[in-house]
């Protein structure tokens, strides 16, 4: 059988995750939503307009180095087992599956959309006869523990900056889990956004075509249909900016007017003020040493570092290092 799907996460479970995750958010402040939310088709595909966007380096950056790594990265780790955590329609994956040169392979997404690991399932096995796909539907913070033990040595992804999206604790819960998955001679290559000058960082956010805008208020559309709730996305403001002290993009709703929302299948009711708003994303910046620093805490060593020229984004490669090295690290932090 080359193609294998485990559901973790139905439409059910989702719903009952956006529930408590809408009624921690809203319920505390600041106010806050997570990002995981801006992804329904709508969302995806403004998503997907924003990565061509002339002030969105990010996605073209990644894509360059992928081209430039792939068959060098690919020949020295010759993996047979390649695990990827939010893979969508693992469209960059391609890149190091075609660089390996054949042989067997396993490939492993992890992905809340069974629809899109469906579609990209099919069309990677149709390219591809040696390849094999287990697909794992669920959230990868919390179904890892699923992924199936390695049948070769192995490769796991986690591109497209999206660590940056989660909180240092959340970051180094993560990154255990991964850690939990390699063995000697296992890898993990990560992208992360680098801090740069700080009209580059806040343009990439707010872009002069308002897509980023309209990305970031379809969070709300995202909980009116899956909560019914009563919100009106056009009478709050797009807002990101640079926390400097924090290393991070945030991004903000800001109520035009005074707002009283009701979610009636939560019993739930959440007034807003124009002085306050909902956090719906960080998106941290890092610098070699503070990427070391976080690998290291959760038992990885920074194996290789590669960046653009204009040292906008990078491409980390972690290797393993032993429980005791870990340990160290940890408590040094």
């Given at each position: 059988?080359?193609?294998?799907?485990?559901?973790?996460?139905d439409?059910?479970?989702?719903?009952?995750?956006?529930?408590?995750?809408?009624?921690?958010?809203?319920?505390?402040?600041?106010?806050s939503?997570?990002?995981k939310?801006?992804?329904?088709?709508?969302?995806?595909?403004l998503?997907?307009?924003?990565t061509?966007?002339?002030?969105?380096?990010?996605?073209?950056?990644?894509?360059?180095?992928?081209?430039r790594?792939?068959?060098?990265?690919?020949?020295?780790?010759?993996?047979?087992?390649?695990?990827?955590?939010?893979?969508?329609?693992?469209?960059?994956?391609?890149?190091?599956?075609?660089a390996?040169?054949?042989?067997?392979?396993?490939?492993?997404?992890?992905?809340?959309?069974?629809?899109?690991?469906?579609?990209?399932?099919?069309?990677?096995?149709?390219?591809?006869?040696?390849?094999?796909?287990?697909?794992?539907?669920?959230?990868?913070?919390?179904?890892?523990?699923?992924?199936?033990?390695?049948?070769?040595?192995?490769?796991?992804?986690?591109?497209?900056?999206?660590?940056?999206?989660?909180?240092?604790?959340?970051?180094?819960?993560?990154?255990?889990?991964?850690?939990?998955?390699?063995?000697?001679?296992?890898r993990?290559?990560?992208?992360?956004?680098?801090?740069?000058?700080v009209?580059?960082?806040?343009?990439?956010?707010?872009?002069?075509?308002?897509?980023?805008?309209?990305?970031?208020?379809?969070?709300?559309?995202?909980?009116?249909?899956?909560?019914?709730a009563?919100?009106q996305?056009?009478?709050?403001?797009?807002?990101?900016?640079?926390?400097?002290a924090?290393?991070?993009i945030?991004?903000?709703?800001?109520?035009?007017?005074?707002?009283?929302?009701?979610?009636?299948?939560?019993?739930?009711?959440?007034?807003?003020?124009?002085?306050?708003?909902?956090?719906t994303?960080?998106?941290?910046?890092?610098?070699?040493?503070s990427?070391?620093?976080?690998?290291?805490?959760?038992?990885?060593?920074?194996?290789?570092?590669?960046?653009?020229?204009?040292?906008?984004?990078a491409?980390?490669?972690?290797?393993?290092?032993?429980?005791?090295?870990?340990?160290?690290?940890?408590?040094?932090?």
């Amino acid at each position: 059988m080359r193609y294998r799907v485990e559901v973790h996460a139905d439409a059910h479970t989702r719903l009952k995750a956006m529930a408590e995750d809408v009624l921690r958010g809203l319920g505390t402040r600041p106010r806050s939503l997570p990002p995981k939310y801006f992804y329904d088709a709508a969302g995806s595909r403004l998503f997907d307009e924003i990565t061509r966007l002339p002030e969105y380096y990010l996605t073209r950056t990644e894509d360059a180095l992928l081209d430039r790594l792939a068959p060098a990265l690919m020949r020295a780790l010759e993996p047979r087992d390649v695990v990827e955590l939010g893979s969508g329609f693992s469209l960059k994956t391609r890149r190091l599956l075609e660089a390996r040169g054949g042989g067997a392979l396993r490939y492993t997404p992890v992905d809340v959309d069974e629809t899109t690991l469906a579609a990209s399932a099919e069309r990677l096995l149709a390219e591809d006869p040696a390849l094999q796909v287990h697909a794992i539907i669920g959230d990868f913070e919390r179904h890892l523990v699923h992924v199936p033990p390695p049948s070769g040595r192995r490769l796991v992804l986690f591109l497209g900056s999206t660590i940056g999206n989660l909180d240092a604790p959340a970051r180094q819960a993560l990154l255990a889990q991964v850690r939990s998955l390699l063995r000697r001679g296992d890898r993990l290559l990560v992208g992360v956004d680098l801090v740069k000058d700080v009209t580059v960082l806040e343009a990439a956010y707010n872009d002069a075509a308002g897509v980023t805008a309209a990305f970031n208020r379809n969070i709300l559309r995202v909980v009116n249909q899956g909560l019914g709730a009563d919100f009106q996305p056009e009478a709050f403001r797009h807002h990101a900016w640079y926390n400097a002290a924090e290393s991070r993009i945030e991004m903000h709703l800001v109520p035009e007017t005074r707002q009283t929302v009701h979610i009636p299948s939560l019993a739930f009711t959440v007034r807003l003020e124009p002085s306050e708003s909902i956090w719906t994303e960080s998106s941290y910046k890092f610098t070699r040493a503070s990427t070391r620093a976080m690998l290291a805490v959760a038992g990885l060593r920074l194996d290789a570092w590669h960046t653009d020229a204009g040292e906008r984004f990078a491409l980390a490669l972690a290797a393993p290092t032993s429980r005791a090295v870990a340990a160290r690290a940890s408590r040094a932090a």
